[in-house]
């Protein structure tokens, strides 16, 4: 675990504005920056960074954060991972606490294998542009199969040498440690002598996520019925296959932009689709797709579309898998490349422009497409076919989404009509499959959780709100957030000579009886435990807390106001407009002007004076408006049922709320609510 200090270090170091545009092109509107978002395809810029909040907001697709979320949504980073390539940045040391010394240990032998692997692809690379043998062996072969030297540089192809030990000895006159090299896979031992494993093979480096090289690929170039066509690094700290796609990390972010992940076998054709400009392709590496490999998509996109061979293993190795796809809420498409083709081959022989549209015409659904080759298979076997209607029916039970309810009834009715039986008796099969499914669920429940999940439900039943008491609801919910708010904007202010405005609002509403929602509830509790300490908090410590649902919510309450133009640093101007114009008012206010006066007054942007004080006045009496007015609501109600011993104590205290509402109402100078 990151240490605070550590944390505290990556924190003070950010810069929104360094790490944002790192990714982004920006330039400067204002106190913000304006730049193309890099979450959905725009012309017309409506990504803005603000340095002095710390955040971006996207007024097109509509997402916001920090400097870190915007790395773990951008680079698909775990909140560490994120950390990780801040302190990387900016050069601060990791120091974690809490970890036991195994785990220590486990830590740096990965990052030795890091070092290792790195080290590793500089010397296939220079052997494979600078050595005789690659220019005469090694490159010819590749740049034989189409690919163009941009495109080997990209992914880092190398080449290693038909010699013994040629690898081994330039590792080991580095000094790197003989264990580590044979855990990296580079390195084997025979007959006591440490030798080059990969040997005229062209090498291949695989990534993880954050592009550090975790393992290698290496391809036999020269037909040897003696050695296999491909050696792959072993499982070790790094190298988990069925945790890694290869390719990831070259085509994360145009799968995100496509919201559509296409999934091959080979290494090759990986790069055959990035050279024909279709980045957004992953290979399984010849396996059948995991658990972990599904996650990793669905980091990206729920949309899966697989390109495998037509050839009958093609087909069986598609076809791998398809249900975990299904329960992990991936929609899967399969597109099958004509037979005795693979996707480089075809690729190469089609052109690019006639690839893409292969793949938009002929995309099948994937539970249809085995439904159809399977009846093939039954023929007229009524034994057989009743076993397809079982397994069909309980593939389809495994969407069990909410929101994909729709594509699971849909499926059912096509279903029906393929396997010739009736509807109603296949849903019915179907739903036997999803009831087995939960009963084997709730078997693992523990009791407690079970009763508590029976007891939320029954809640939900019960739940009745009329419209004037979700009105009030919902009203209250906006002041309570408008507190959090001011606390996040204005909370180091000083209010008076003794205390800020934290300090003050804090004592005006003490009592966190007085908010219902969950998460200000939450708000509230972490940032009085702050305050406590501290005696003041900076907003930065929520827009960067690692808590995902209060960093969110501080960011959502922090917006991007218009900016003041120099024009209105004059009391007035040739139109004779007022400085006080405040930014609410200029909708209303441009709809009152003069054709010519909004040419005019296009060159001018407006602002809010500095109404600090009257923000907090406000938030902290409407919410208390808000309160009072829940309370004579719940009084009046009672006054409805009570006896006469308990009328006139109801009155007494209908009295003292209205008591309390009017003087309020008096300091805010404003009508009482409704």
């Known amino acids: 675990m990151i240490s605070q200090n550590t944390i505290q270090q990556i924190l003070s170091r950010i810069d929104v504005l360094d790490v944002v545009g790192g990714f982004v092109k920006l330039k400067k509107r204002g106190a913000n920056y304006l730049g193309l978002c890099p979450f959905h395809n725009e012309r017309t810029p409506s990504f803005t960074v603000s340095p002095s909040k710390e955040i971006f907001k996207c007024f097109g697709c509509g997402k916001s954060g920090n400097s870190i979320s915007f790395l773990m949504e951008l680079e698909k980073f775990s909140y560490a991972e994120a950390l990780k390539w801040l302190a990387k940045r900016y050069n601060i040391e990791i120091e974690e606490t809490g970890v036991s010394p195994e785990a220590i240990q486990q830590q740096q032998v990965a990052e030795s294998l890091y070092i290792i692997n790195q080290f590793a692809q500089k010397f296939y690379d220079k052997q494979l542009f600078e050595s005789e043998e690659g220019q005469s062996i090694g490159l010819p072969y590749i740049q034989q199969r189409g690919f163009t030297e941009a495109t080997i540089r990209k992914f880092g192809l190398g080449y290693a040498p038909d010699k013994r030990d040629v690898f081994t000895k330039e590792a080991l006159a580095n000094h790197y440690n003989k264990d580590l090299l044979l855990k990296t896979g580079l390195v084997a031992n025979r007959n006591d002598q440490l030798v080059d494993n990969y040997r005229d093979r062209i090498v291949f480096p695989i990534h993880n996520n954050s592009g550090k090289i975790i393992g290698f690929g290496a391809r036999l ?255 209250e919910e906006l002041q309570e957030k408008e507190i959090v708010r001011v606390l996040l904007e204005h909370g180091k202010k000083p209010w008076d000579s003794e205390h800020n405005i934290a300090g003050y609002i804090l004592s005006e509403l003490p009592e966190e009886e007085l908010f219902q929602s969950g998460t200000v509830l939450k708000f509230l509790h972490t940032y009085k435990n702050l305050f406590h300490q501290f005696n003041e908090v900076d907003k930065s410590q929520f827009v960067y807390s690692e808590d995902k649902e209060l960093s969110t919510f501080a960011v959502s309450l922090l917006s991007f106001p218009h900016e003041q133009s120099n024009h209105w640093k004059d009391e007035s101007n040739s139109n004779g407009f007022q400085k006080t114009l405040y930014q609410q008012d200029y909708k209303s206010f441009m709809y009152s002007i003069s054709k010519d006066g909004k040419e005019r007054l296009s060159s001018f942007l407006l602002t809010q004076k500095d109404t600090t004080n009257e923000e907090v006045i406000s938030a902290v009496n409407y919410l208390k408006l808000r309160k009072i007015k829940k309370l004579l609501m719940q009084n009046q109600a009672d006054m409805q049922t009570a006896d006469a011993s308990q009328f006139n104590n109801l009155i007494l205290t209908h009295q003292f709320l209205k008591q309390q509402e009017m003087e309020i109402t008096k300091t805010l100078g404003t009508v009482i609510m409704r």
Request: charged letters at 30%; a negative charge.
């Open 221 to 475: 170039i020269k037909s040897n019925d003696k050695a296999p066509k491909y050696i792959n690094t072993p499982e070790n700290e790094l190298y988990i296959k069925s945790k890694i796609l290869y390719g990831n990390y070259f085509a994360r972010q145009a799968i995100d932009k496509n919201d559509e992940c296409l999934l091959v076998e080979g290494y090759t054709d990986v790069l055959s689709l990035h050279q024909g400009g279709i980045e957004n392709v992953v290979a399984s590496g010849g396996t059948s797709l995991t658990l972990d490999q599904l996650r990793l998509i669905k980091k990206y996109t729920k949309n899966l579309t697989i390109v495998y061979d037509g050839d009958a293993a093609g087909v069986k190795a598609a076809l791998r898998g398809l249900d975990m796809a299904l329960e992990e809420g991936l929609n899967v498409k399969l597109v099958l490349v004509p037979d005795k083709e693979d996707p480089d081959s075809y690729l190469q022989k089609v052109g690019a422009t006639a690839f893409k549209a292969f793949i938009q015409e002929n995309k099948k659904d994937f539970v249809l497409f085995k439904l159809e080759l399977s009846l093939k298979d039954v023929g007229n076997d009524a034994a057989k076919k009743s076993e397809l209607v079982n397994q069909i029916a309980e593939t389809i039970a495994k969407i069990d989404k909410a929101e994909d309810f729709t594509k699971q009834q849909e499926y059912i009715r096509q279903s029906a009509q393929l396997l010739k039986v009736e509807e109603s008796g296949f849903t019915a099969l179907v739903n036997k499959f999803i009831r087995n499914r939960i009963a084997l669920q709730e078997q693992k429940l523990p009791f407690d959780e079970a009763k508590h999940h029976e007891e939320v439900a029954n809640e939900g039943t019960t739940v009745n709100f009329d419209d004037q008491t979700f009105e009030l609801l919902y009203k």
